[in-house]
């Protein structure tokens, strides 16, 4: 029953790989030994770009996770259910009226992306079961409209904005980890260990919502809590990754569904298989966000939208094969 | 019958306004194996669904073991009783085995991994469902048949005193009717396990049930043996279409044959 999965052991030995090498890749490539100025730019700038990156990557990836099975339904996540857009409007909103502050060392802008990314996805859960069923056409249209809804308050709040603002705003809605460092990454990880360990605790729960939410109370599951505590993992994720980052795409749609054909379903191998390569996938992206154009940057948002375009594409074509939840 | 194990009262159960059922009283032997049919829309999957605990805005009175319903923990409750839904249109790339292993669910808390006794109720009930040639395969690349039986082996490896199921045969080919009945039947008679099924074919009822439980309009329209039910006139009340039946030397109750297309 218990075998040890090389679809995880592969993965670790590629994040660790990603993780060590990353950092020397650039403008300009950095050995380890490098010295004065270099070795600032490897351990103050790079570094801690790679680890936030890996970290964003992991905590979007892992949202998606959870929403899919939750919703029972392959197209859930952040991006299409809109809770990206709710998290990115918390931010904007804090950005723009700039109440600077912070609890306990976490930023106001992160938590003001949490409370837009848990509204917004108790509102789609709201407007979903009201319609009476996860169905994709529901799901999709409410997470569409929401979506929209909340974009169109951020170009307001853009619009009635100075440019120094406004400059802001577009900058980080493009999402981008250029402006990482270590305060950020102090920011992102309150956020992804108690995401991560809520989801762990999670994991049976997660299975047998999947198969459906009868059967999970059949078998003794309580489900409204179960609910509650993933939508608190997941608009925590979401918001923490928003804040810094901007809302980046697709991570969270595509690393579940990779991991699914790598290592099955069962979330107590998927939810580590799905952290790893989310953050392994995001780390890669922006590696060649840095390097593509340099000395220029290409927003990572824009690359993995690239890259998970087509993907999307492909997964409505062939929903109903092994891909199906 | 050795006294009572679910006892519903006066149960009643209002979905967005239309009034399913209206005061359902039933008393199921521990150990019977119980039967509920019924035309469409008489209420006999709602009825399934409050005593699973999946429709909770009943009024009236379900009890387990002589204990209110409201007094259980979910997980408690979980280790009295399981429920089988219908597996059709259900599906996830899980294993047999990991679909199987989540029925142990009750049993288990939230920081320990599964030991010796639920790897070998998950066995056990693998091979009671004649699913061991399955074992590896995942859910969503077997048959509808196979995938019930799946079902069935989760409840089974739930270890608990009472199944529930809903309509467990009816979308399947014959060969694995005929399984789904006998697993069920040789789960009561030799485990001693109580079962209360919604069966929608009256020969698949008549054949496993020691009791039968007409539904009709949300109310109890008949109650008997199987030998009491396999009645054209009683039949014909509860349905409202014309019944013949016919004799089998292999069989105690003659076969059920609707009349009523001709």
């Known amino acids: 029953m218990k075998k040890p999965s090389i679809g995880i052991a592969l993965l670790a030995a590629l994040a660790l790989a990603a993780l060590l090498a990353c950092p020397l890749l650039g403008m300009k490539f950095i050995p380890y030994h490098a010295t004065g100025q270099e070795l600032d730019i490897l351990l103050g700038i790079r570094l801690p770009r790679v680890l936030c990156a890996f970290a964003a990557g992991s905590m979007l990836a892992l949202s998606g996770m959870a929403f899919q099975a939750l919703f029972r339904n392959p197209l859930a996540t952040p991006f299409t259910l809109g809770v990206s857009s709710g998290a990115a409007l918390g931010a904007a909103l804090f950005i723009r009226f700039g109440f600077a502050f912070a609890i306990l060392g976490i930023s106001g802008v992160s938590l003001a992306a949490f409370v837009g990314a848990l509204l917004s996805i108790l509102l789609v859960y709201g407007l979903t079961k009201l319609k009476g069923g996860f169905s994709t056409p529901t799901l999709l249209l409410a997470g569409i409209a929401i979506s929209f809804f909340f974009s169109s308050l951020i170009l307001f709040i853009q619009y009635i904005s100075g440019t120094t603002h406004s400059f802001r705003i577009v900058h980080w809605m493009m999402g981008t980890l250029a402006t990482t460092d270590y305060g950020k990454l102090a920011n992102l990880l309150p956020f992804f260990v108690t995401g991560t360990l809520l989801l762990a605790f999670l994991h049976r729960e997660m299975n047998l919502f999947m198969v459906g939410e009868d059967l999970a109370v059949s078998r003794g599951v309580d489900t409204g809590l179960v609910k509650k505590l993933i939508f608190l993992a997941a608009s925590l994720m979401v918001g923490g990754v928003v804040a810094v980052c901007g809302p980046i795409g697709f991570v969270g749609m595509m690393s579940p569904h990779i991991c699914r054909l790598l290592v099955g379903a069962d979330h107590r191998r998927l939810l580590p298989a799905t952290l790893l390569f989310g953050g392994l996938f995001l780390t890669v992206c922006d590696t060649l966000s840095r390097m593509l154009i340099a000395p220029a940057e290409v927003p990572v948002g824009i690359l993995t939208a690239l890259l998970g375009g087509p993907f999307f594409i492909w997964l409505l074509l062939n929903r109903k094969s092994n891909l199906e939840l | ?262």
């Open chain 2, 1 to 262: 019958m050795n006294g009572s194990i679910i006892q519903v009262e006066e149960l009643s159960l209002t979905l967005s306004g239309n009034e399913i059922l209206k005061g359902v009283s039933l008393d199921i032997g521990a150990g019977e194996y119980v039967s509920i049919i019924g035309p469409n829309g008489a209420g006999k999957t709602s009825l399934v669904k409050c005593i699973a605990g999946i429709y909770s805005a009943w009024r009236g009175a379900i009890r387990i073991e002589g204990k209110p319903f409201g007094d259980y923990g979910s997980k408690e409750l979980a280790m009295r009783q399981s429920y089988v839904p219908q597996a059709e249109g259900r599906s996830a790339p899980l294993t047999v085995e990991e679909f199987v292993a989540m029925g142990r669910y009750p049993h288990l808390s939230a920081f320990t991994s599964m030991k010796a006794g639920d790897y070998a109720a998950i066995d056990q009930a693998i091979d009671q469902a004649g699913l061991l040639p399955f074992r590896q395969r995942k859910l969503n690349t077997l048959s509808g048949g196979e995938r019930q039986m799946v079902f069935i082996a989760a409840a089974l490896a739930q270890n608990t005193k009472i199944i529930l199921l809903d309509e467990p045969a009816t979308f399947l080919d014959y060969r694995h009717q005929a399984a789904v009945a006998t697993l069920l039947k040789t789960a009561c008679r030799e485990n001693g396990i109580t079962v209360l099924a919604v069966h929608h074919d009256i020969n698949t009822a008549t054949a496993c049930s020691d009791r039968i439980v007409a539904l009709k309009e949300g109310r109890i329209a008949f109650e008997g043996t199987a030998a009491e039910t396999a009645n054209t006139q009683v039949l014909k009340n509860i349905y409202g279409t014309e019944f013949e039946t016919t004799s089998s030397p292999r069989r105690a109750i003659p076969f059920i044959v609707a009349g009523g297309a001709r």
